[in-house]
């Protein structure tokens, strides 16, 4: 089973709660399963450029004319996409790594998510619409915010995004391991609330570690 790790936290290991809970899901993982395969890429050694219109050309010129040939500006401009999303279209389960920023996703994260989940890696176009090429059925979200936040609440911008992207594609299984509340002078239970995601973090893994 492949397993690829996307890091989508700048801060150290030290101090980041997402990157602490992905080391309770891998320890766990990799106990659990030790022939898993794990390709870790941490976004802010290998950053993701914005898509441009040349990187755009490159990506949909061919969905709407087979012929097209693209310029060289087009390919120049579709280098990270082409150097990084096979990591993705080989994986048989997505882990993102990362924190909450203004109730969403950080930046970097949906910039490498434009340059990978495109059209002739991840998905075809077919006459009834998006054929996927992958082999990824599971992504799993190790998420901390320092807010708290309730289920289905409407200043949740991260999970319905992530799950609309992935549900694009036809990925449907979303776990979720999330350790809200975690600025300790705003919330006294900021160490309970981590644990109960740790606690996630490791039933999911269990989880995963059982997929052949």
């Not at 899901?25 to 219109?53: H, I, M, R, S």
């Not at 401009?77 to 882990?95: F, G, M």
């Not at 996703?105 to 075809?124: R, Y």
């Amino acid at each position: 089973m492949n397993v690829l790790h996307v890091i989508a936290n700048p801060r150290p290991a030290e101090t980041s709660k997402s990157k602490k809970l992905a080391l309770e899901f891998f320890t766990t993982l990799t106990e659990k399963n030790p022939d898993v395969l794990v390709n870790n890429v941490d976004l802010y050694q290998n950053k993701p450029p914005f898509v441009t219109v040349e990187a755009l050309n490159y990506f949909w010129g061919p969905v709407a004319d087979p012929a097209y040939n693209p310029a060289k500006a087009e390919e120049t401009a579709a280098n990270y996409s082409n150097n990084n999303a096979q990591a993705l279209v080989d994986a048989d389960v997505l882990v993102l790594t990362l924190p909450v920023w203004l109730n969403s996703m950080p930046s970097i994260l949906k910039a490498w998510i434009d340059q990978v989940i495109v059209p002739g890696k991840m998905f075809n176009m077919g006459p009834e619409g998006v054929v996927p090429t992958h082999h990824l059925r599971t992504v799993v979200l190790l998420v901390s915010s320092d807010e708290i936040y309730k289920e289905g609440d409407v200043l949740d911008g991260l999970t319905p995004a992530l799950r609309a992207i992935f549900g694009y594609i036809g990925v449907d299984d979303i776990q979720i391991a999330w350790a809200d509340g975690q600025d300790s002078v705003r919330h006294f239970d900021s160490a309970e609330r981590f644990e109960m995601a740790a606690e996630a973090a490791r039933e999911i893994a269990e989880e995963i570690a059982e997929l052949s």
